[in-house]
């Protein structure tokens, strides 16, 4: 069996800088670049922080009016591509989830926000829960109160760039373990170290069916917000690649089993047990009339030269022969 498709999002975040020329822009780069789905971050100010926060006047700068957002996410649709929002208080979900938006994002920092998970309860949409930065016991409390939705985990967390250290794959078997839900991966590794464009296809192996990876437009010459994880086109291109490369390893689980081409190569690569001299019909086989060997006669099964020391030949077997089952007694 091979691995499933991965769900590519590519992440806008606040990449936009409250244009709406570059959220088009945006919008069309993942359409290019062959991404499933586009994301960015849709919020008052309000619903984030208070005033006196270091990054508060940033996120006014960012703020979009509601009728605008729901042009582009009908821009979005229009292009083939799914939407998702970061979502982050109550005033933003009374009108979006109105438009034709394919599911949420609630960020780490809103685990705890009772209010908000209780409003999204039963809505029947698709919710990711970023696990950066949560704990356990949170994310088992959010997925209780979210009730009938879609959840999906996403692994990773948003500190950027991430170290080398800060990549823990193996958390996403253990979430799919623990929650029995699909789980992705949101990579922030430094864009310009050639990590950044193998590690989404690692998650992939390591069972992540999501992959939410930052996209930019010229990450050298345009600095736009969260560009330091973001990945330029070609090598947004160059990072699906990779992914879909590994999509076409099989999967085999706990098991061990054999695919046909390995079956062929076993055959052909496999020392078998040979006569080493003409054995005559009831003649007892020693030890000294075998040898292993590869051949390029036919056979069916390999027998273990063990099976036929101490047997009887039952018709004459020459020289160089594959002992079979059939040829001992």
């Not at 100010?45 to 926060?53: G, L």
């Not at 001299?277 to 086989?285: H, L």
Request: with cysteine; hydrophobic share 40%.
């Amino acid at each position: 069996m091979k691995q499933k498709q991965t769900y590519i999002i590519a992440e806008i975040a606040q990449g936009f800088e409250g244009d709406i020329n570059l959220c088009k822009r945006f919008i069309k780069l993942a359409k290019a670049v062959g991404a499933n789905a586009v994301k960015f971050q849709i919020f008052r100010a309000e619903e984030i922080c208070t005033s006196d926060y270091k990054y508060y006047d940033l996120f006014r700068s960012l703020e979009i009016d509601p009728a605008v957002w729901t042009e582009m996410i009908d821009f979005a649709v229009e292009n083939g591509l799914d939407f998702f929002v970061d979502i982050s208080g109550l005033k933003t979900l009374s009108w979006i989830e109105k438009a034709k938006i394919t599911g949420y994002k609630i960020h780490s920092t809103d685990l705890k926000n009772y209010e908000l998970l209780n409003a999204l309860k039963d809505k029947n949409t698709t919710i990711i829960l970023s696990a950066g930065g949560g704990i356990v016991e949170e994310l088992e409390k959010a997925i209780k109160l979210l009730g009938k939705n879609k959840i999906i985990i996403m692994s990773g967390f948003q500190a950027e760039p991430n170290l080398h250290s800060d990549v823990e794959l193996d958390k996403i078997e253990y979430l799919k373990t623990k929650f029995n839900v699909e789980v992705g991966y949101a990579d922030h590794l430094d864009a310009n170290e050639p990590l950044a464009t193998v590690l989404p296809a690692m998650a992939v192996l390591k069972g992540a069916s999501y992959i939410e990876k930052h996209l930019t437009i010229d990450r050298n010459n345009l600095q736009l917000e969260d560009y330091v994880s973001a990945l330029n086109p070609d090598e947004y291109i160059k990072m699906i690649s990779f992914i879909r490369n590994v999509e076409a390893f099989s999967v085999t689980g706990n098991t061990f089993p054999l695919s046909e081409r390995e079956q062929t190569y076993r055959k052909n690569t496999k020392k078998v047990v040979l006569a080493k001299c003409e054995i005559k019909a009831g003649q007892v086989i020693s030890a000294h009339d075998l040898m292993m060997l590869r051949t390029g006669k036919t056979f069916e099964k390999i027998i273990d030269i063990e099976t036929v020391i101490g047997k009887t030949a039952v018709n004459n077997i020459a020289a160089e022969a594959v002992i079979t089952e059939e040829l001992i007694k």
